[in-house]
């Protein structure tokens, strides 16, 4: 996947994002696209546009200079793009990895999405003792990336699935 540069408003490089992620905040207009690839556009029914290399946002965004992005319930879904860890089918809730009876603690690194059914199954134990391996390991976003989440830049499910496949030449 080709990543997007993501420029603030002032037009200061803030992050990079996936192309998916870049497209989402582009046709959200939180973004407009600064500069394209001079060949791929990606298309559909009722999209043409070029292949995003760097975006601009719409709006100036502060972005707190901590060096580690707050821990949350709803960010912990985002950052996941509301996709169950176990199944890969959409998720409405948070689960702990090692679970918190057993001192998992609320962080980036021991939560992922998860569907209702599985975290229900899942229940007191370790996806070992469940034999419920996880598709991905659970990342901590930088600041930035928790920023851009939370402009809604993970909504990547808001994408059509030809869209998603990435850019058509
Ligand atoms: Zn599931």
Known sequence: MRDTLVLNASFEPLSTVTLNRAVVLVLQSKAVVEQAHPELRMRGAAIDIPVPRVI?????????????????????????????????????????????????ADSWLNTVASCAEDNHRKADRTPEQAGMPLLREPFEPTPADAMLLSLGAGGVEALPDWLSQGAAA
């Open 56 to 104: 601009r946002l719409c709006r100036y965004v502060r972005v707190p200079f901590r060096r580690r992005a707050p821990w949350s319930r709803r960010g912990v879904l985002v950052r996941d793009q509301f996709r169950c860890a176990y199944c890969g089918k959409r998720a409405t809730t948070v689960d702990h990895v090692v679970p918190r009876s057993r001192g998992g």
